[in-house]
């Protein structure tokens, strides 16, 4: 494996998963509004994490985060690698030094390989909005159900971002009140899909004197069926963002490749 490569993408996914936290647990904490997060808005986030109190719930979740983000490294490395040996072995009859080293370079940019210089493309960049909003999406799950203010918020409210290229099916979704331990957040709780806008907002029990709860449609359950299996999970519950994604990965990889991995992530220490 190529480590630098490995330890690029890890650090261009990294500290968003710090930012998606520490802005999920201040929409409980400090009661503040939903914000946008663009895969840019990186921050000093080690520094950020200290200025809220963080139970050792929040770190066991960060910390596994990190370990897949890890992981996904590694399997970004891999992919990169086989695509320009394929590429080669396919071209070496009549390949073109200028052509190839275009290859490789929009490659290495779409695995976000010289971040430094140019924005990221669609692999990496698609990665981090997946870190950021699940991320995001656990760490309010965690701070609604710490035993200090878990009766403070019983319900939550799906919200989905109004863009031109939001997804028409999660609109059925929208606005909706569910109880806090209604089964359906163990499958549509937001992110239910790669670049999905969605998100919750947690619902106090005076806002919920005023609502009403939504009850699960025929529509609903089909729109439920179609989110793709490596999103359907809670990151807040189950403290993973890819794992899901990593286990599918992985089937199709060599062995020792994966043991490799497995092996490098699992060293990994939130701090150090």
């Known amino acids: 494996m190529n480590s630098i490569f490995v330890n690029t993408i890890f650090n261009a996914i990294s500290p968003h998963i710090f930012s998606g936290y520490i802005l999920g647990a201040q929409t409980v904490l400090k009661n503040e509004?939903?914000?946008?997060?663009?895969?840019?808005?990186?921050?000093?986030?080690?520094?950020?994490?200290?200025?809220?109190?963080?139970?050792?719930?929040?770190?066991?979740?960060?910390?596994?985060?990190?370990?897949?983000?890890?992981?996904?490294?590694?399997?970004?490395?891999?992919?990169?690698?086989?695509?320009?040996?394929?590429?080669?072995?396919?071209?070496?009859?009549?390949?073109?030094p200028e052509e190839f080293a275009q290859y490789v370079s929009n490659e290495m940019l779409n695995y976000g390989i010289k971040l430094e210089d140019q924005p990221p493309e669609a692999w990496i960049k698609t990665n981090i909005n997946t870190a950021i909003s699940s991320s995001f999406s656990a760490a309010q799950w965690n701070k609604i159900n710490d035993p200090d203010i878990t009766d403070l918020y019983p319900a939550l409210r799906y919200m989905q971002k109004q863009k031109k290229n939001k997804r028409v099916e999660h609109s059925v979704f929208h606005n909706k009140v569910f109880m806090k331990d209604d089964p359906i957040w163990d499958t549509i709780y937001p992110p239910n899909g790669w670049n999905c806008g969605c998100y919750t907002i947690p619902v106090s029990i005076d806002e919920l004197n005023k609502t009403s709860v939504a009850r699960v449609t025929g529509q609903m359950k089909e729109v439920i069926k179609s989110v793709p299996p490596d999103f359907q999970r809670n990151p807040g519950k189950e403290n993973s963002i890819y794992g899901k994604w990593l286990d599918l990965k992985f089937k199709n990889m060599p062995p020792d490749v994966v043991a490799k991995i497995k092996k490098m992530s699992g060293g990994y220490q939130l701090g150090k």
């Open 33 to 96: 509004p939903y914000k946008p997060v663009l895969f840019s808005d990186k921050g000093d986030a080690l520094k950020e994490l200290v200025k809220i109190d963080y139970n050792r719930r929040d770190l066991d979740a960060i910390e596994a985060f990190q370990r897949e983000a890890l992981q996904v490294a590694g399997v970004g490395e891999y992919e990169l690698m086989q695509k320009l040996k394929d590429y080669a072995v396919n071209k070496w009859q009549n390949l073109d």
